[in-house]
């Protein structure tokens, strides 16, 4: 039997770990030594030290005592193993309207607003469709005015040759969101924001330069909604969340899971909606094209709008390591244990390791904002970074990352010896834009205020004790 095919649960798989190599690789097999099932063990089962773990949670409570953030959800796992799932501090962030709000203690099982860590499963998605087989012709290297004749009416920068894969590793050419200096309001104030937003000028040629984009994301679902012939809310449930028996993740929570709405964790105090919001999307433009009726959105936006908790994400990450395999427990001999396979290791592979080439920034990052627009980039991931990378100091140059804006993060390292992610839940809310600037000359944007959001949430120290933690 090929070690690519071993299946394990349980903490005997911790025998078969490799010691960590002295110095981290720049690239990782495609297929996973030993796929895992998920489960709970000890940090001494895997090999990681309880001390560490233990200080990487005091980051937080100092975060909470600092006021930094009301409260969090940390968890870590090796090897299949979750080792540390943990809540501090209280269920609501700020609420800027009443600063002396009560709340209910964090829930383990709090269902947090993911803001753009919804990307990567809207990728994950592109990918799973293309390989059912459901949805003949549909391939990412496919151009966007396939689906969408307007999208090509724009000549400028040759729009006509942006291809779904540009859209999913930010070199399309898309700006970062809609702007239309003509109308204040944008979108706001458009009859058909999704016909305005498909037909925008790309803000440069394809393929020439890194840049996040929401606007981009927000396309990239609108095609998957197009060839699907349904809501992302309904093919995320179908090909990610039901298979992976994700019960606690979808989009618009107050309507697709109200029962739950005790443990809904709340962001902020939204002026525009005159409430503290808790179920509800924070960011302004996804919440006006969601809608916000008692019927589902006519469309979803693949950018942001996700909810979902620590445990079922763990449940996507450990998914991910397998490269595309689910292990679950069934009645078959000798472990009791089955797998079925999401997605090809290929296709895992694609989305998180670099594919943006020599585009990204020619140095590493000086900031954690400047990591997030221009750094390299798989397929809606960030890429590990010498720099100012949320990931931690401690991780390996395979690791890959996604950020939340509202205070999230996940970290997956699918090195061999490490085989690891954590998972940082928060709810600190969005930033502002204080301290967002554009440099007229370079166009290149600066946000301080999301680089300060990651201090606050401590993003790098809780990751570098994290996979600092690391003892074979």
Same mark, same amino acid.
């Given at each position: ?44 089962? !895997? ?93 990412? *290297? ?13 000549? !400028? ?18 700006? !970062? ?7 204040? *309001? ?55 969340? =039901?298979? &992976? ?9 107050? &309507? ?105 920034? *020619? ?44 205070? =999230? ?14 998972? &940082?839940?928060?709810?600190?809310? &969005? ?42």
């Amino acid at each position: 039997m090929r070690a690519s095919s071993l299946i394990f649960c349980g903490a005997a798989a911790a025998a078969f770990g490799m010691a960590p190599s002295a110095h981290a690789q720049d690239t990782y097999p495609l297929q996973a030594p030993v796929i895992y099932s998920l489960g709970t063990g000890t940090p001494a089962s !895997v090999g990681l030290s309880s001390v560490l773990l233990d200080q990487a949670v005091n980051e937080l409570e100092d975060a909470v005592d600092d006021g930094d953030i009301n409260g969090a959800v940390l968890l870590v796992a090796r090897r299949g193993r979750i080792v540390l799932h943990t809540a501090v501090g209280t269920r609501d962030g700020l609420n800027e309207d009443d600063p002396g709000m009560p709340s209910v203690p964090m829930p383990l099982d709090g269902i947090f607003d993911l803001e753009s860590m919804t990307k990567p499963f809207t990728v994950f998605l592109a990918m799973r469709m293309q390989e059912s087989g459901n949805f003949p012709g549909f391939n990412i *290297n496919n151009t966007v005015a396939t689906y969408f004749s307007e999208f090509a009416v724009s000549s !400028v920068n040759n729009k006509s040759s942006v291809t779904i894969k540009d859209l999913m590793s930010y070199v399309s050419g898309e700006d !970062v969101d809609y702007f239309d200096e003509s109308n204040p *309001n944008g979108l706001f104030d458009d009859a058909d924001p999704w016909h305005s937003m498909l037909e925008a000028p790309l803000a440069r040629p394809r393929g020439t330069k890194v840049v996040y984009s929401d606007l981009g994301f927000r396309i990239l679902g609108h095609v998957l909604e197009t060839v699907g012939g349904d809501s992302l809310q309904n093919l995320m449930q179908t090909y990610i969340f =039901t298979p &992976l028996n994700m019960t606690d993740t979808g989009f618009q929570p107050w &309507l697709n899971m109200p029962e739950k709405e005790d443990r809904f964790v709340g962001t902020a105090w939204s002026a525009a909606r005159e409430r503290y919001l808790r179920g509800e999307v924070q960011d302004e433009t996804d919440y006006f094209l969601e809608g916000d009726g008692l019927d589902p959105a006519e469309h979803l936006t693949g950018c942001d709008g996700l909810f979902s908790t620590a445990s079922d994400l763990a449940k996507f990450s450990q998914m991910l390591l397998n490269r595309g395999k689910h292990v679950y427990s069934c009645n078959r001999w000798p472990f009791n244990t089955c797998s079925s396979t999401l997605l090809s290791a290929q296709a895992v592979l694609d989305m998180t390791t670099n594919q943006t080439g020599s585009l990204h920034l *020619n140095r590493s990052a000086w900031t954690y904002s400047e990591n997030l627009l221009y750094s390299r980039k798989g397929y809606g991931w960030e890429m590990w970074d010498a720099g100012m990378w949320p990931g931690g100091e401690s991780a390996s140059t395979v690791a890959y990352s996604k950020t939340g804006a509202a205070g =999230t993060l996940m970290v997956l390292d699918p090195e061999p010896s490490r085989g690891m992610f954590a998972i &940082l839940l928060t709810n600190h809310g &969005l930033p502002k834009f204080d301290h967002f600037t554009i440099d007229p000359e370079t166009g290149k944007i600066s946000w301080e205020d999301f680089d300060w959001m990651l201090n606050d949430i401590r993003a790098n120290e809780v990751m570098t004790k994290v996979h600092g933690s690391l003892t074979w």
